[in-house]
């Protein structure tokens, strides 16, 4: 048989190698990634004020959207309904319920 055949195992860590050592040059690659954000901008004060403060409203919009929600679900009386959803800013659950009467 041919010596110089290559099996595809050997073939792959080849292939794998290379890549990495092209890679090599380039930098580190990482999972995640740190960005500075201008304080005064738009994003920079959304994120400075994810959890209160001047984006107070953006949970108290979630609030009301999950309570319009829950009012046109059906239950039992005296159960407790809830709906959740996160904060497109912050990431914070938010939570309304409804006690149906």
Do not use: F, W
Request: proline content about 3%; aromatic content about 2%.
């Amino acid at each position: 048989m041919n010596a110089n055949r290559l099996t595809r195992r050997q073939l792959l860590a080849t292939t794998m190698g290379l890549g990495l050592g092209a890679g090599l040059g380039l930098g580190k690659a990482s999972a995640m990634s740190q960005s500075q954000l201008s304080a005064g901008s738009e994003l920079g004060t959304a994120y400075a004020n994810r959890c209160g403060g001047g984006d107070a409203s953006a949970h108290q919009k979630l609030i009301s959207d999950l309570q319009a929600v829950l009012m046109q679900q059906p239950g039992t009386k005296g159960e407790t309904l809830t709906k959740t959803a996160y904060c497109p800013i912050c990431g914070c659950p938010v939570t309304a319920t409804r006690t149906v009467l």
